[in-house]
């Protein structure tokens, strides 16, 4: 596992540990993304509590270790090894749109009618008649600004089974528990 650091609450340096685990059990390799954080190896800001810390530490994820990688491929999962217990999630990994399209990513927009007379005037005059789409290939690590929300509806909890064996495949030990 590799050490990455990342800006707490306070913005003191705080520390996780990541790997990367590729999944070849479908016709399509997948990889997971683990981060783990432990009660033992020091007292840091959760990943849980800091928005700007999770992020920057997906994105520096994205950009150096999976350059050019689908992010449909992905899934970023955050794992807190605690004394006397261990919880996960697996967020969702979200495009900054405006980022993307600021960057010069490839889209497609199109005009959009409005099916209502009253609607279409209303998007005519905010400029809101375009509807801008893009093709998921385009969307891979290092393209733009990618942001996780820990209360995303599509959030999925890790039980413990699956949150031991993913910090198995990506060679994580658990520290001796101190007395």
């Known amino acids: 596992m590799k050490q990455i650091f990342y800006a707490g609450n306070d913005r003191q340096p705080c520390a996780?540990?990541?790997?990367i685990v590729v999944d070849d059990s479908g016709s399509i390799q997948?990889?997971?993304i683990v981060v783990v954080?432990?009660?033992?190896?020091?007292i840091w800001t959760s990943l849980y509590n800091t928005d700007e810390g999770r992020n920057n530490v997906l994105n520096r994820i994205l950009a150096q270790d999976l350059l050019g990688v689908r992010i449909e491929f992905l899934t970023f999962n955050i794992i807190l090894d605690l004394s006397t217990?261990?919880?996960?999630?697996?967020l969702p990994i979200r495009l900054n749109?405006?980022?993307?399209?600021?960057?010069?990513?490839?889209y497609r927009s199109n005009f959009?009618?409005?099916?209502?007379?009253k609607g279409f005037f209303i998007k005519l005059f905010r400029k809101e008649h375009r509807e801008i789409s893009i093709w998921s290939g385009h969307v891979v690590g290092g393209c733009a600004e990618f942001y996780t929300d820990l209360m995303d509806p599509d959030r999925y909890s890790l039980d413990i089974n699956e949150a031991s064996k993913l910090l198995e495949q990506a060679g994580y030990s658990r520290p001796k528990r101190r007395c």
């Open 16 to 19: 996780a540990e990541y790997a």
């Open 30 to 32: 997948r990889a997971h």
């Open 37 to 42: 954080q432990s009660s033992q190896k020091g």
């Open 85 to 90: 217990r261990m919880e996960g999630f697996r």
């Open 97 to 106: 749109w405006d980022d993307y399209v600021s960057k010069g990513n490839p």
């Open 112 to 117: 959009s009618l409005a099916s209502a007379f």
